[in-house]
């Protein structure tokens, strides 16, 4: 069993950055590919970068690429989500999750493949 609680949500204004973090408890952590997730009201949540359980291979989304960069500390058990160059369309509730799903990181990438959540943190980009 694996706990999730994100921080480091908050307002910024456009072009900002900010620093999601993710604390994760369970001795198992290190061997879970670990994915960030955002969703809005009234839409699906969105897929937004994964990692593979030992830092080695990261995926984005096309729209978040270039710009944010996730990152793993298994010996801290967590993981991060640095944002850039913060857009409107970035406003969301991100969410942090873990898969036990023994595939490359390309194939884990849906809601449906990840185990646990967290709670969510909202950040909200001002024009």
């Known amino acids: 069993q694996v706990q999730l609680v994100e921080s480091g949500g908050g307002l910024v204004q456009t072009g900002g950055s900010l620093r999601l973090s993710c604390a994760a408890s369970?001795?198992?952590?290190?061997?879970?590919?670990m994915g960030w997730f955002r969703q809005v009201p009234g839409k699906e949540r969105e897929f937004v970068a994964v990692?593979?359980?030992?830092?080695?291979?990261?995926r984005y989304a096309d729209s978040v690429k270039g710009r944010f960069t996730i990152s793993r500390d298994n010996a801290k058990n967590t993981v991060h989500l640095q944002m850039n160059s913060l857009k409107p369309e970035d406003t969301a509730v991100y969410y942090c999750?873990?898969?036990?799903?023994?595939?490359?990181?390309?194939?884990?990438?849906?809601?449906?493949?990840?185990?646990?959540w967290g709670q969510g943190t909202q950040v909200t980009v001002s024009s």
């Open positions: 369970g001795r198992t952590f290190s061997s879970y590919t």
């Open positions: 990692i593979s359980w030992n830092g080695g291979s990261t």
């Open positions: 999750a873990g898969s036990g799903r023994a595939r490359p990181i390309y194939r884990v990438t849906s809601y449906s493949d990840y185990d646990y």
